[in-house]
């Protein structure tokens, strides 16, 4: 680290440095006048270090030091010397020592600050737009540095296993992966688009239709989606391909990358191999396809015991399901857990409350038989909540509500990771709005044995090769073993309502590729930013991001996006319709 311009980092001075001459430098964090005395903390992403300014010492040192303003940029030259034992810190690590300047530079000035920082609660628009400052303070150093490493633990071990970095376009065609597209104008073909793309999906399968039977790349991808905290438009994923591969060698690779980061960062790797639980009991037992194991409280079906029920709304309903919360709930907290679930789509909510006394407060119960009570099995001190109607809405309801109860009763064992494969995922979607199937996954995934003869006649039961990676109740990432048959993926198409011409105008290069042998393949993306944002135990992934669009996607710092000059857009074959909106 030495240059001219520093001898030793600001977090490294320590008492076998005392007598020696130390040049450093670093930000004005801090600075006092003691009567005479200047104490300047001198910082920079290694740690702080306490310059003492001596008028006696240094008269011109002195004078400089009253105009330094907090983030000024310093160069000091001085002795480092003991403190005495009653000015020892003991919270810094050079707390021990400080440095007597001598000389003292002024080598770049700061203007008055947006914020201080160390202020907590900056609003994050202000955050976003002097990102510099932001990224200056301890939990962003920490969370990008947190960032770096994982990434290349995570390379490391790809290569490792005889993984290729390969590169793949950012201008190229629509990919499909359920998002809309962010597209390029282009001024060579006024009219025609590029679109970034949503994951390198196609490109790595055409590398195992060329012989690269192990691919990995950190690749950006585009979505044009609304943001969330787990969201932005562009983010990093570990996109990972191999050839003549099968479900359980992909997810070992994954579980291997998963647990070389921990072990990069000094954390104890989650045991492997993960568990797997296949989609249909993560919906029936916890409401989601992306469960969060830290707690108990699962789902329990009542649609066969409630099929005679006295009570018109269960013995109606489709699937009849329940959870026991670990409270009595008031009056109060189930109308506000009420107007919860109605905001998922239930109904209603029936409950059945049985307080610390044993006694039941419930306007169903006078309907429901021993049997029925009996299966609801509520203790002392319990809620029963019921979700009647379709599987799916019951499964949501209750799914969310499971979530909802978790956090308000403190049940989520924060100490704890679980990890989680789920497997066997439907291969499609009823697409409500639209009328049609859709694909769950992409319309590349593979279709689970046995099951393809059923793609044209009951597509709902069909059950595709997919797999997704959970990690305490967040989705990580998705994959599949493909089609590598030209004809079924022909019919997978189909079934989405792709007609022939349309097939092989979107995918025409994939429908050949597929029959100049192409062996069996799949693989795995794994969002790096959601990764990074667990392991740093942040809510969101703007906190893991250097430069993220805010919550309306906008850069608050850049201005972008921003309205382009009339003649750009002449070049681009490109006229307006309506005045560029402004956010
Ligand atoms: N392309 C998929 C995605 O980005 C991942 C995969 O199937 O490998 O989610």
Not at 209 to 231: N, P, W
Request: with cysteine; net charge negative; charged share 30%.
């Amino acid at each position: 680290m030495t240059s001219s311009w520093r001898d030793l980092v600001c977090g490294e001075p320590r008492s076998e440095h005392v007598g020696r001459t130390l040049t450093l430098a670093g930000w004005a964090a801090r600075r006092r006048d003691h009567g005479g005395l200047v104490f300047v903390d001198l910082r920079d992403h290694t740690g702080v270090m306490q310059l003492v300014v001596n008028p006696e010492r240094s008269p011109e040192a002195a004078e400089r030091a009253k105009e330094i303003r907090n983030e000024f940029v310093l160069r000091a030259v001085g002795e480092v010397v003991a403190r005495s034992p009653e000015t020892v810190n003991e919270k810094m690590a050079t707390g021990e020592v400080e440095l007597q300047v001598d000389e003292l530079e002024i080598v770049s000035r700061s203007t008055p600050l947006p914020f201080q920082l160390d202020e907590e609660g900056v609003d994050e628009p202000l955050r976003l737009r002097y990102r510099w400052l932001d990224l200056r303070r301890d939990r962003m150093q920490r969370n990008l540095r947190l960032s770096g490493t994982a990434v290349s633990a995570i390379r490391r071990r790809m290569e490792e296993l005889g993984f290729v970095d390969l590169w793949t376009p950012s201008l190229t065609r629509a990919t499909p992966e359920g998002a809309r597209d962010f597209l390029v104008p282009v001024r060579l073909q006024p009219g025609a688009f590029f679109a970034l793309p949503q994951s390198p999906q196609l490109f790595k399968q055409l590398f195992m239709i060329a012989g690269f039977d192990r691919y990995y790349q950190i690749a950006t991808c585009f979505r044009d989606e609304d943001l969330r905290a787990d969201r932005q438009f562009e983010f990093r994923q570990l996109d990972v391909e191999m050839a003549f591969t099968e479900r359980e060698d992909v997810l070992g690779v994954l579980e291997e990358a998963v647990r070389a980061v921990f072990e990069a960062v000094g954390r104890e790797p989650p045991s492997a191999p993960f568990p797997r639980m296949p989609w249909s009991e993560a919906m029936s037992r916890f409401g989601s396809d992306k469960p969060d194991l830290r707690f108990d409280l699962e789902i329990e079906d009542a649609t066969e015991v409630t099929r005679e029920s006295e009570f018109g709304v269960f013995s109606g309903a489709p699937s009849v399901r329940f959870l026991v919360a670990p409270k009595a709930f008031s009056r109060t907290e189930l109308g506000r857990l009420e107007e919860l679930a109605k905001e998922w789509g239930a109904k209603g909510l029936a409950y059945l409350v049985v307080d610390e006394s044993g006694d039941v407060r419930s306007p169903i119960s006078k309907f429901l038989s021993d049997r029925e009570l009996e299966t609801f099995h509520a203790a002392p001190g319990s809620t029963v909540l019921f979700a009647a109607g379709e599987p799916g809405t019951t499964a949501r309801v209750l799914g969310f509500l499971r979530l909802h109860l978790g956090r308000e009763l403190g049940l989520v064992d924060e100490s704890r990771d679980e990890f989680l494969w789920v497997v066997d995922f439907p291969l499609f979607e009823w697409d409500e709005d639209e009328g049609r199937w859709t694909f769950s996954h992409h319309p590349f995934t593979g279709i689970a044995p046995g099951h393809e003869e059923r793609i044209e006649s009951d597509p709902g039961t069909v059950l595709s090769q997919a797999y997704d990676l959970v990690w305490n109740g967040w989705e990580l990432g998705s994959g599949s073993i493909r089609i590598h048959r030209q004809d079924v993926q022909q019919r997978v198409f189909r079934a989405l309502g792709l007609d022939e011409a349309e097939a092989k105008e979107k995918f025409g290069f994939l429908l050949d590729a597929l029959q100049m042998g192409a062996p069996p393949h799949g693989g795995f993306a794994l969002g790096l930013d959601r990764f990074v944002a667990l392991l740093a135990g942040e809510p969101n992934i703007r906190e893991v991001i250097a430069f993220p669009k805010a919550s309306s996607g906008a850069d608050p710092l850049t201005g972008a996006p921003s309205p382009v000059s009339d003649e750009q857009l002449a070049e681009l074959g490109i006229r307006l319709l309506e005045p560029p909106a402004t956010t």
